[in-house]
């Protein structure tokens, strides 16, 4: 079952990128420089998401653009954002990778091919058709 564990600072070095959860957007470089900007002057406001699959194994869940503006911060400033402010979540790979899709769902740039992608890849791993329409806050129809 899907579920915020607990928030903490996490050292950086310690988050990865699992190799079946992707941004489903292109990164965009000027938004990452935005927030490059942003995040100096005013801090990181909203926590990266992150699943713990094992214990001390952490993959990046939500926040991409977030952690592509913090590694180009580190790498202008030695010794800043040494630990981040983290959610981290905790639930079967087939949550985290609809959860993955979902943080960006009220983002403006999500496709309907992504929902539908993630939609077939649920319904073949036994979800069913209500669990699906309950996860992403949507009718069965």
Same mark, same amino acid.
């Given at each position: 079952?899907?579920?915020?564990?607990?928030?903490?600072?996490?050292?950086?070095?310690k988050?990865?990128?699992?190799?079946?959860?992707?941004?489903?957007?292109?990164? /965009?470089?000027?938004? +990452?420089?935005?927030?490059?900007?942003? $995040?100096? #002057?005013?801090? *990181?406001?909203?926590?990266?998401?992150?699943?713990?699959?094992?214990?001390?194994?952490?993959?990046?869940?939500?926040?991409?653009?977030?952690?592509?503006?913090?590694?180009g911060?580190?790498?202008?400033?030695?010794?800043?954002?040494?630990?981040? /402010?983290?959610?981290? +979540?905790?639930?079967d790979?087939?949550? $985290?990778? #609809?959860?993955? *899709?979902?943080?960006?769902?009220?983002?403006v740039?999500?496709?309907?091919?992504?929902?539908?992608?993630?939609?077939?890849?649920?319904?073949?791993?036994?979800?069913?058709?209500?669990?699906?329409?309950?996860?992403?806050?949507?009718?069965?129809?």
């Amino acid at each position: 079952m899907l579920a915020t564990k607990r928030y903490e600072y996490l050292p950086i070095e310690k988050i990865e990128f699992h190799h079946t959860l992707t941004n489903h957007r292109k990164l /965009d470089m000027a938004k +990452v420089a935005h927030l490059e900007r942003d $995040i100096i #002057a005013n801090g *990181l406001f909203e926590p990266l998401v992150i699943w713990e699959r094992n214990n001390n194994e952490y993959y990046l869940v939500g926040g991409f653009h977030r952690m592509n503006a913090i590694q180009g911060i580190r790498k202008s400033n030695p010794g800043y954002f040494d630990r981040v /402010d983290v959610r981290v +979540v905790t639930g079967d790979p087939d949550e $985290i990778r #609809a959860l993955n *899709l979902k943080l960006n769902s009220d983002r403006v740039e999500t496709k309907i091919t992504d929902f539908f992608q993630t939609v077939i890849y649920l319904n073949n791993a036994n979800w069913s058709k209500v669990r699906i329409a309950d996860f992403f806050d949507k009718s069965v129809r």
